[in-house]
């Protein structure tokens, strides 16, 4: 198979990940960057035009589209989901969880566990929107945020109030959200390929931090999940229609909590916690699944 990587980046581990595991069984592997694709619309005839030549020989896509590109990378996404080319995760579905409101209201419909949020337009009342998540501390997020930037716990009343202030001035939506103490600075990510969890890590931040992101200087472990995380994890791929993603957790007395669902999951700190080869997985996903 002709198999595209759309990344920015053919030198970042998971790309590098995704291209060998793609040759070794036998594919034709290239990286294309999204944002030097031309889409070309007609009747009937959609077309992508690449340096010097037409992506008329795709088979398969694996969109590795970044938060900062999500507009005209999911466009060329759609365009080879016009052409016929199978795509192991949608342009929709990408957007769709690109917006971190929209998807919890869809998840906890589906009655899947979350830390209890609250989202306004801006609002000034700060002590009801604490009151609404149980009382200080409290964990408040800008909604655009990766990374664990942009993720303030704020102890107390006046703190909130201070972080809310300064986030509705520089006009950046924010969520507050209830403070998981028992979570004790660290979280689950659950790797989905095929709606199936192909491996898990949890992971500690650093001393001090109650924010687990590796880019922050936390660690990783293997971990065993749970029928309950398992449920949740499989279950937050069906409903955000997203058969490859990462699905991070919280673990609280009530059970998991699930904190977001990332459509490009990156694959170096779950591959190396857990031993396992998941771009082969996913690889074997898109032999499974392409559009024949
Ligand atoms: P980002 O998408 O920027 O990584 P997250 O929502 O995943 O932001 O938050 C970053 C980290 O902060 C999480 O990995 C987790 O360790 C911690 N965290 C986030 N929300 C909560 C919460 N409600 N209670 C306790 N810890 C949290």
Do not use: W
């Not at 342009?91 to 566990?113: E, M, N, T, V, W």
């Not at 009801?128 to 998540?133: D, F, Q």
């Not at 501390?137 to 303030?152: A, C, S």
Request: glycine letters at 8%.
């Amino acid at each position: 198979m002709n198999i595209v990587i759309l990344s920015r980046n053919p030198n970042l581990f998971s790309t590098e990940r995704l291209v060998n595991e793609g040759e070794k069984r036998g594919h034709d592997m290239e990286v294309i960057d999204p944002l030097k694709c031309d889409l070309i619309i007609e009747k009937e005839k959609p077309t992508i035009y690449y340096k010097d030549r037409y992506l008329d020989y795709v088979d398969a896509i694996i969109p590795r589209i970044g938060a900062s590109s999500t507009f005209f990378g999911c466009a060329v996404v759609r365009q080879f989901e016009m052409m016929n080319v199978f795509t192991s995760v949608t342009s929709d579905a990408i957007i769709r969880s690109r917006d971190k409101l929209r998807s919890f209201q869809r998840l906890s419909k589906a009655g899947i566990g979350m830390p209890k949020t609250v989202f306004t337009n801006y609002s000034r009342d700060v002590e009801k929107v604490i009151a609404h998540v149980g009382g200080t501390p409290v964990i408040i997020k800008l909604l655009e945020g990766t990374q664990g930037l942009g993720v303030v716990l704020a102890e107390t009343k006046n703190a909130a109030e201070s972080v809310l202030e300064a986030f509705n001035g520089l006009q950046a939506r924010a969520l507050v959200q209830e403070y998981v103490s028992e979570a004790k600075g660290a979280d689950i990510r659950a790797l989905v390929v095929d709606g199936q969890v192909v491996g898990a890590i949890k992971r500690q931040g650093k001393k001090g931090e109650f924010r687990s992101n590796l880019h922050r200087g936390g660690t990783a472990e293997v971990i065993k999940l749970n029928e309950a995380e398992l449920k949740v994890a499989m279950k937050a791929s069906r409903v955000l229609k997203l058969p490859v993603c990462g699905v991070d957790m919280l673990q609280s007395a009530r059970g998991p909590l699930l904190l977001e669902v990332n459509s490009t999951p990156g694959l170096e700190g779950i591959e190396t916690g857990t031993g396992k080869n998941i771009a082969k997985s996913i690889i074997t996903y898109i032999e499974r699944n392409r559009n024949s």
